[in-house]
């Protein structure tokens, strides 16, 4: 079992889009980095959650993530989003 990395608070305009498409419904491409991997999925937001100080979402194929473990949502980088 690998020890998790602390938690990186992501910038209000990327939560932003993720609030965004998870409101219309909206089928959303992400891809992430876990455990030193990267993986993609794609699905619509269920919802988005804060557990222990940290943010997470949950797409409807099951898949939940940290959001700071985004790379890009609908070709958005998280490392391009502006700092509110």
Request: hydrophobic share 35%.
């Amino acid at each position: 079992m690998t020890a998790r990395s602390k938690y990186r608070p992501i910038n209000c305009s990327f939560y932003d889009l993720l609030e965004a498409d998870a409101t219309m419904r909206a089928t959303s491409n992400i891809t992430y980095a876990t455990d030193g991997s990267e993986g993609k999925s794609k699905g619509v937001i269920q919802k988005l959650f804060a557990k222990h100080g940290e943010e997470w979402l949950e797409l409807d194929n099951g898949l939940i993530l940290r959001l700071d473990q985004i790379l890009t949502f609908n070709g958005n980088r998280l490392s391009d989003a502006e700092f509110c």
